[in-house]
């Protein structure tokens, strides 16, 4: 007597699917690829070539239409004196953006990666991470009441004798204005509060990545404290200060929301863009303006790469 053969359940579309995929690695990759890059090139990709279209054509001034011709009038209206006084007030600014973040993120950075241990290492992660929690737009209407004129700022100038020194700093043309919540100060605090996250943790990890050993050997060998942080730490650290200012200056560029709240309104150009493409119609003339901080952060990124930057990241 032979015994029955066993009986096999029926796999079901998991199992037969589990089982291609095993067998076929590179369509599981496939298609676990294909919907993020469809995204990246038709949604990303595609809007941007879009924007460089519309760069390229003009506005008919008699009707207000876009004419859908090729031109290079649209860039050529970049170089008038209001449009490249934009740019360079954008470029100024966010320079000067990136530079206080660096300058106020490096010691802190520091004592994370140097001195920080145990509870503390997770306090200073909390306190960073702690202000991108909290809504954007309450952030920069809380700054606007510090800065106003009967704001925390200026009754505490006043309770500790400095009134006349942020008076001086406010009768500065081009810095200052009837109050911090009204000039391009105003402006710089702001954009240095919301952005010094991103240049933090970027320095942080690149800070760590000091070896002792190398502090350990400049002070044997007899350099001072300041020698060691000229020619050690700083060379050193500087991916990740690049790195932190690849977000600090693209953000700045483009952002509309905090020149328009806090400081003269004078426009940037992610404030032009928006008023371009909304209120003024013209279309053509926003893409261009969009264009410039797409070009000028190709640029950054190039040179942020071949110094090594991205490794901070």
Known sequence: ???????????????????????????????????????????????????????????????????????????????????????????????????????????IAYYAARFAKGKWKAVFYLGVMLPLWSSYLVKVYAWKLILAKEGIITWAAEGVGLSMILNAILAIPGIGGNSLSTSPMGTFIVFVYVWLPYMILPMQASLERVPTSMLEASADLGASRAQTFRTVILPLAMPGVIAGSIFTFSLTMGDYIIPQIVGTSARFIGLA???????AGNIPLAAAFAVVPILIMLVYLTIAKRKGAFDAL
């Open 1 to 107: 007597m032979t015994d029955a053969p066993a009986i096999l359940p029926e796999r079901g579309l998991g199992d037969r699917l589990t089982a291609l995929f095993w067998r076929h690695p590179r369509l599981l990759l496939a298609v676990l690829l294909t919907p993020p890059l469809l995204w990246l090139g038709v949604v990303y990709l595609g809007s941007l070539f879009a924007l460089l279209l519309q760069s390229f054509y003009s506005i008919d001034e008699f009707s207000g239409m876009v004419k859908e011709e090729f031109t290079l009038k649209t860039y050529a209206e970049l170089f008038r004196a209001q449009n490249l006084d934009i740019i360079l007030r954008t470029l100024l600014m966010s320079a000067a953006v990136t530079i206080g973040c660096a300058v106020i993120a490096f010691p």
């Open 273 to 279: 863009v928006y008023q371009l493409q909304g209120t």
